[in-house]
């Protein structure tokens, strides 16, 4: 097998990479350029709403680069989990950008593939009555009502989808809702690589740089051999090293050295780190293990409402002495006031326990002003807004034992002091689901621009 | 080496926190060497029972403890407090619940 070198341009696609850097990697004579664009971390708003993650301007900016580098070079560009969450909105708007860059760059004989990731409701129903879903890590169980609520349901995609997009011919392929390192392992897998290396490799280079040091969103390659792979920063002003690889192996995963993915588990027990000269880390050992049946990892968002906050410092000592009973009282008075339609009020409390909540060791505050953020999530805008300047106002202007300024309780940086949040969403699924096939829950189209 | 305790943000090279998917809160804590790596494992000072002190949770919710040698470093998980995002969030990714390993006594050595 002769080496296979893929380019990872970012960690995430429209959060930027140095256009010096990539150019550098392209020198490196990349086979593929695989690039990662979603994941579960920014919360559920983006599945639920379908808004793109990232500026449109952004991502149309990065793949303008890449789609030229990459057809300058004659290699396929994958993109995976387009937009944010991957879903059906995300997949759209981003190959929209791909057929006006095609257009501004004149490109022809390109041939583009999307790969869909969402789920139809009723195959999750069916599903949930079949025993085919089981938890993943919700802590509840995936019924019907919550597939109902659900604005988007997506699963994520192995490295098989995109395989088979490449191998029937596409130069750019946008999938929806993939496995971080099955977009970035797809193009080795295909090539005949060993997929526990490949799929190890993927999971390091889909956060780019950040397993270089320094760390940053920036361009990371992999170069893929027979029994191992090499990592190197695409900038001459990183280095991969021992200690910056073995931290990104750990970042943002519960179990660093068994890792299932849709139909097999990763075994990373027996792998070993080598820094090769000073400039790259050497990775083998990592062991793919097939398992006996697929199962795709659901991720679902439901609206819960609408949110108003509202900003607001306080600094007399005498309000802070007393702010739980104060705000408390503000709670309850608000639901009073609005009942029967519910209201949920959080606050956040910056200077005591805004940032921990429950987890916060240290009880007393310890600050010379606080910073209070009033939530509120309720079941349409005007109800939300409405409850959240109640409560400001009321807070503004309430007495308390001790008072000794009786102008106002609350120093607002706005007006008004009341901020729309728009839809508030929720994860309502986070489930496996057993599939029949790696591909048929996927469906890809082509279209040559 | 004084007889002192050292609180683990002065051993430690990385102490952080981040989520591990929307459930999950994760806490990595990598040491320079593995003399000082060694120092904390023999302290046994990160268990499940001290975790859950420490953060004040019940120790049924810290999901996993790794002593991880090859990387020097040890890993704790636990169950987010809510599901990201869910009301009440603080924390969107999880990046500011580390602090309370910081200031962990590690005994010196014995």
Redesign the interface.
Known sequence: MSTITVLAPTGSLGYGFDIEALKRGMTLKPDVIAVDSGS??????YLGSGEFLVSRFSYKRELSELIKASRAAGIPLVVGSAGGSGSRPHVDKMVDIVREIAREQRLNRTKVAWIYADIDRDHIKRAIKENQIQD????YALTDELVDQSTHIVAQMGHEPIVKALEAGADIVIAGRACDDGAIAAYPIMRGADPGLSIHMGKILECGAFSAVPFAMDVMLGIMNETHFDLEPGSINRRASL?SV??H?????????YQPGPGYAVDLSA?T?EQINDRQVRVAGSRFIPQGEYWVKLEGARR?GHRSISIAGIRCPTMIRRIDGILENAREEAMRYFAPQPI?V?Y?VYGRD??????E?QHTVSAQELGLVIDV?AADHDLAHAACHHISGGLLHVAYPGQINTAGNLAFPYSPSELDAGP????SA?HLMRAQSPTELFKTHFEEL | MTAKATPLAELA??VRS???????L?F?I?LPDVKTFERVRRSAVLTRENVAK????APANV??I?E?E????F?V?I?R?R???????????GA??H??FMGLLIPANS
Not at chain 2, 18 to 24: D, E, L, S, T
Not at chain 2, 54 to 57: P, S, V
Not at chain 2, 83 to 93: K, M, N, R
Request: aromatic residues 10%.
């Open positions: 579960t971390d920014p919360g559920p708003h993943f890590e919700a802590g200690t073995a931290a192996t750990l970042y943002e995963r519960e179990n660093p050295i792998c780190f819960i949920t959080t956040h805004g940032v921990m909540r429950e987890l060791p999530v508030a969403y929720a994860f986070y | 090279t990385i981040k989520n591990a998917g929307p459930f999950r994760t990595d990598m420490l953060l004040g949770i999901t996993s790794f991880l090859a990387a020097r470093a890993k998980t169950k407090p599901g990201q995002c869910d009301i009440g969030e603080s924390d969107v990714y500011q619940q602090v309370p």
